[in-house]
């Protein structure tokens, strides 16, 4: 069975770092691409980054990139997302995200299991 558990998430003050972590198990790893969602109070979900499985190969939605680092480790079975130069606009619960298929399509999916979210509050 395939499960997906975030950590890391909590209360960083702007400009701060967090790093959310995402236990996974019920699959290889490094056989599916995989990634991070977001959804903030009131808006839509959206894509923030993933990481592919062929060549770890990464994509960033442009609100995060030079700020947001993806990263994986299939030994230990975890994804990671170092969070930078955190801002306000940030603030939104956070999803692990399994692609569907091994290979995956990252960044447009389909897409598989999600874990259930870490909130992450950014104070201005």
């Known amino acids: 069975q395939v499960q997906l558990v975030e950590s890391g998430g909590g209360l960083v003050q702007s400009g701060g770092s967090l790093r959310l972590s995402c236990a996974t198990s019920?699959?290889?790893?490094?056989?599916?691409?995989i990634g991070w969602f977001r959804q903030a109070p009131g808006k839509e979900r959206e894509g923030v980054s993933c990481i592919r499985s062929s060549d770890g190969s990464t994509y960033y939605t442009d609100s995060v990139k030079g700020r947001f680092t993806i990263s994986r480790d299939n030994a230990k079975n975890m994804v990671y997302l170092q969070m930078n130069s955190v801002k306000p606009e940030d603030t939104a619960v956070y999803y692990c995200?399994?692609?569907?298929?091994?290979?995956?399509?990252?960044?447009?999916?389909?897409?598989?299991?999600w874990g259930p979210g870490t909130q992450v509050t950014v104070s201005s």
């Open positions: 995200v399994l692609y569907q298929y091994p290979g995956g399509n990252c960044p447009l999916g389909p897409f598989g299991s």
């Open positions: 019920g699959f290889n790893l490094y056989d599916y691409a």
